[in-house]
Nanobody, 127 residues
Framework: QVQLVESGGGLVQTGGSLRLSCAAS????????MGWFRQAPGKEREFVAA????????NYADSVKGRFTISRDNTKNTVYLQMNSLKPEDTAVYYC????????????????????WGQGTQVTVSS
């Protein structure tokens, strides 16, 4: 059974940091781009960051550029999202996802590209 399991969420004050992890099991995603998305209450799921299979290409939403960093460790089948300078508007459930295509040279932002999704981890930033 293929699973993506996010961890590392929690409650943090404005300006604080969190590091999210997404561990894959059941198959390897070392040849797939991986993405992070988030969904706040009453809002649609939105793209946050993505990284291609090799880690050589990354892509960020404008709202998180300069504050968030996506990375991956293919030996551990894990992708990370380092979140710094957190703001209350970053409060959401964060999901990781795996691209349906293999060996993509870029890091896609479109939700439709992603076939496998985790259950999400809550991030709450207090003001």
């Amino acid at each position: 059974q293929v699973q993506l399991v996010e961890s590392g969420g929690g409650l943090v004050q404005t300006g604080g940091s969190l590091r999210l992890s997404c561990a894959a099991s059941g198959r390897t995603f070392s040849s797939n781009a991986m993405g992070w998305f988030r969904q706040a209450p009453g809002k649609e799921r939105e793209f946050v960051a993505a990284i291609n299979w090799s880690g050589g290409s990354t892509n960020y939403a404008d709202s998180v550029k300069g504050r968030f960093t996506i990375s991956r460790d293919n030996t551990k089948n894990t992708v990370y999202l380092q979140m710094n300078s957190l703001k209350p508007e970053d409060t959401a459930v964060y999901y990781c996802a795996a691209d349906r295509d293999r060996y993509s040279t870029w890091a896609p932002a479109a939700t439709i590209r992603y076939d496998y999704w985790g259950q999400g981890t809550q991030v709450t930033v207090s003001s």
